[in-house]
């Protein structure tokens, strides 16, 4: 593949794009504002700064939903912005693209986004699984033999693969990530306090005290929002304890399905599993003390990949030397 080549992870809630030869380049929010004509009037940052604050001439999108695209012009205008802004350098020349697509999208899905890349300006476009993908970057011998098993924790999907030789020898997607977990904190402050916040107050809230197992030392913080009852600003005080069970069923449903994974691999394989562990990637490993709850749940060592949020972006910048391995083909 010559140098003009990209790696794009393209997330529900963010984008980030691998340059070859420059490293990560580009993280966007994945949002786009038009207004009521269609006419983009801003793109990644500039638009989230837009979401609930905008007149009802103009709306704040997120193309993708779940880790797909839900609305496929709009994509195609982000994933144009994206690789404009990357290859500033090489105007004249159209960049080859790998793009991720979650371990179980289908065959339509995988076309769209392929076709929206090759629409957005890419000379040729590769999907590639999000767990693959999030292996890579986190630095597993995913072309050695024995098992490697990934969880990549997205903001609209969590990806879980079990890769040996290059492959992936079972995997599943489910449609729970960093979204679902804002959501739950937004429903649960609005049964238990009447009180309305928006979804970026849910994921800072997440961010700071959110956890998945009992903290060493609990945290509290203030939350503002509006009354449901006088309809006027009100503040709050919420404790770990609280988001702790607020999370508990987007928490519960990531265990269920590691479990699951666990329970279809090979039993070769579950024998190494339960020597090399299994790694977290994606901005919901971050959570604090869900590796803890997933070891005491799976009886597996786990452990957080050293850049987390970076790791599929990563993986799909050195795929690009890897496709000869991979067997990436375009849809």
Same mark, same amino acid.
């Given at each position: 593949?010559?140098?003009?080549?990209?790696?794009?992870?393209?997330?529900?809630?963010?984008?980030?794009?691998?340059?070859?030869?420059?490293?990560?380049v580009?993280?966007? =929010?994945?949002?786009?504002?038009?207004?009521? %004509?269609?006419?983009?009037?801003?793109?990644?940052?500039?638009?989230?700064?837009?979401?609930?604050?905008?007149?009802?001439?103009?709306?704040?999108?997120?193309?993708?939903?779940?880790?797909?695209?839900?609305?496929?012009?709009?994509?195609?205008?982000?994933? %144009?912005?994206?690789?404009?802004?990357?290859?500033?350098?090489?105007?004249?020349?159209?960049?080859?693209?790998?793009?991720?697509? =979650?371990?179980?999208?289908?065959?339509?899905?995988?076309?769209?986004?392929?076709?929206?890349?090759? /629409?957005a300006?890419?000379?040729?476009?590769?999907?590639?699984? /999000?767990?693959?993908?999030?292996a890579i970057?986190?630095?597993? =011998?995913?072309?050695?033999?024995?098992?490697?098993?990934?969880?990549?924790?997205?903001?609209?999907?969590?990806?879980?693969?079990?890769?040996?030789?290059?492959?992936?020898?079972?995997?599943?997607?489910?449609?729970?990530?960093?979204?679902?977990?804002?959501?739950?904190?937004v429903?649960?402050?609005?049964?238990?306090?009447?009180?309305?916040?928006?979804?970026?107050?849910?994921?800072?809230?997440?961010?700071?005290?959110?956890?998945?197992?009992?903290?060493?030392?609990?945290?509290?913080? /203030?939350?503002?929002?509006?009354?449901?009852?006088?309809g006027?600003?009100?503040?709050?005080?919420?404790?770990?304890?609280?988001?702790?069970?607020?999370?508990?069923?987007?928490?519960?449903?990531?265990?269920?399905?590691? %479990?699951?994974?666990?329970?279809?691999?090979?039993?070769?394989?579950?024998?190494?599993?339960?020597?090399?562990?299994?790694?977290?990637?994606?901005?919901?490993?971050?959570?604090?003390?869900?590796?803890?709850?997933?070891?005491?749940?799976?009886?597996?060592?786990?452990?957080?990949?050293?850049? =987390?949020?970076?790791?599929?972006?990563?993986?799909?910048?050195?795929?690009?030397?890897?496709?000869?391995?991979?067997?990436?083909?375009?849809?």
């Amino acid at each position: 593949m010559l140098g003009r080549s990209l790696g794009i992870d393209l997330g529900t809630t963010c984008v980030r794009v691998f340059v070859k030869g420059k490293g990560i380049v580009l993280r966007e =929010p994945s949002v786009v504002a038009v207004d009521r %004509k269609g006419k983009i009037l801003a793109v990644g940052e500039e638009a989230k700064k837009m979401i609930g604050k905008t007149p009802s001439s103009i709306s704040a999108r997120q193309p993708l939903r779940d880790g797909v695209i839900a609305d496929y012009t709009t994509t195609a205008t982000l994933l %144009k912005y994206l690789i404009r802004k990357s290859c500033s350098p090489w105007t004249l020349f159209k960049p080859d693209v790998i793009i991720c697509v =979650p371990a179980k999208a289908t065959s339509v899905e995988r076309r769209a986004v392929v076709d929206a890349a090759i /629409e957005a300006g890419a000379r040729n476009a590769f999907p590639i699984e /999000e767990p693959m993908a999030a292996a890579i970057g986190a630095g597993l =011998p995913i072309t050695e033999p024995g098992a490697n098993v990934i969880v990549d924790i997205g903001g609209g999907t969590t990806d879980i693969a079990v890769i040996s030789l290059g492959g992936i020898v079972v995997s599943d997607s489910i449609r729970v990530g960093g979204i679902k977990m804002d959501e739950a904190i937004v429903k649960h402050i609005k049964r238990e306090h009447n009180l309305l916040i928006g979804e970026q107050t849910a994921e800072e809230i997440k961010i700071q005290i959110g956890s998945a197992y009992k903290l060493p030392q609990e945290l509290a913080m /203030e939350v503002r929002g509006r009354d449901m009852v006088t309809g006027l600003p009100k503040t709050i005080r919420i404790t770990s304890e609280e988001i702790r069970q607020a999370l508990a069923e987007p928490v519960s449903q990531i265990v269920n399905r590691v %479990k699951f994974i666990l329970e279809q691999t090979p039993p070769e394989l579950v024998a190494e599993i339960v020597t090399r562990g299994i790694v977290l990637t994606g901005g919901g490993a971050l959570l604090k003390g869900l590796d803890q709850l997933l070891q005491l749940e799976t009886g597996v060592p786990i452990r957080v990949a050293d850049d =987390p949020v970076s790791a599929v972006a990563l993986g799909t910048g050195m795929a690009l030397d890897m496709l000869h391995v991979l067997h990436l083909d375009g849809v």
